[in-house]
């Protein structure tokens, strides 16, 4: 038995349990970045508006959603005590987690979970504010093909 900043462990298990964890949601975190990275740099430099486009974009805000869950599990991994919540956040973290995550990046946020360490608080106004500004960058930029889509077709019917 030993104590660490984790709590009592009665064997080494729970450390490598706790370890898998975080590696875990780093391995996620770093996929789902990817995944961002990939899918934004073909919507964004596309000409025309297609669904393609608008099924992207949505596909980038979800996924927003997904990587900010994995990183609040990597805080909660390394320290259990990062987020207060009306229950505990223990056998359903995951759930709990997602739900913030979620209502969070769409600004929603109930009051029923709230960071309490410094890195936490710091996730959750980063996540809030991209889950602002995102919609309004890629709604401008559909916009802006798509305005640019007309002006094009009307040239094109004037000649």
């Keep these: 038995m030993f104590a660490s900043s984790h709590g009592i ?11 898998t964890t975080l590696l875990t949601y780093l391995s ?12 934004g740099s073909h919507i964004f430099t596309q000409t ?5 486009v608008i099924n992207g974009g949505i596909s980038i805000f979800l996924l ?24 505990l956040l223990d056998a359903e973290s995951d759930y709990q987690l997602f739900y913030y995550s979620f209502t969070t990046l769409t600004t ?6 709230l960071p309490i360490n410094k890195f936490a608080m710091t996730l959750a106004t980063s ?4 889950g602002l500004m995102y919609p309004a960058v890629f709604i401008s930029r559909l916009v802006g093909l ?4 007309l002006k094009g077709d009307r040239h094109e019917s004037e000649q």
């Design 146 to 149: 798509y305005t640019t889509e």
């Design 108 to 113: 929603l946020g109930y009051g029923d979970i």
């Design 64 to 87: 927003f959603g997904f990587l900010w869950f994995s990183l609040y599990n990597v805080i909660l991994a390394i320290d259990p005590g990062a987020f207060q919540s009306s229950s």
């Design 28 to 39: 996620y975190s770093g996929f789902i970045c990817l995944a961002i990275i990939a899918i």
């Design 48 to 52: 025309r508006v297609d669904t393609d």
């Design 9 to 19: 462990y009665f064997s080494n298990n729970s450390i490598l349990i706790e370890t």
């Design 127 to 130: 996540e809030a504010i991209v």
